[in-house]
């Protein structure tokens, strides 16, 4: 675990161990007990924090969902206030990251079907 993880909390580092492994071996293919040892974090304790697997990717997909209209809303407001534009943004990216890769297009299946 690096040092800089170190400083994260608990669930920010499950998270982020996670999405490199899922990236690296694809979601089927990594296990609570993998993701325990890349963050530092007891499997007992990611399973008392997150619960199962699907929790992981679901926070994993929010925060890359949340940082995306972060971005977009900083671009935008300049732009325009448009709610409905917005709210169109976001709906673009969710399907833009669904799509990225076959990897994230299967997390994301899993967690929304």
Request: proline share 0%.
């Given at each position: 675990?690096?040092a800089?993880r170190?400083?994260f909390?608990?669930r920010?580092?499950?998270v ?5 492994l899922f990236?690296r ?8 007990k ?5 963050s530092g974090?007891s ?8 619960k199962t697997?699907e929790?992981i ?5 929010g ?8 971005i977009t809303k900083?671009k ?10 917005h709210?169109?943004f976001?709906?673009?990216l969710?399907?833009?990251i ?16």
């Amino acid at each position: 675990m690096s040092a800089v993880r170190a400083t994260f909390g608990v669930r920010d580092r499950v998270v982020l161990a996670a999405a490199e492994l899922f990236m690296r071996q694809g979601f089927a293919n990594t296990s609570v007990k993998e993701i325990s040892i890349e963050s530092g974090v007891s499997e007992n304790s990611i399973y008392y924090e997150m619960k199962t697997k699907e929790a992981i990717i679901a926070e994993l997909i929010g925060y890359v969902i949340e940082r995306q209209r972060e971005i977009t809303k900083e671009k935008l407001k300049d732009v325009t206030d448009d709610k409905l534009l917005h709210y169109c943004f976001e709906k673009v990216l969710e399907l833009y990251i669904a799509e990225t890769s076959e990897n994230i297009r299967e997390l994301y299946t899993t967690v929304y079907s």
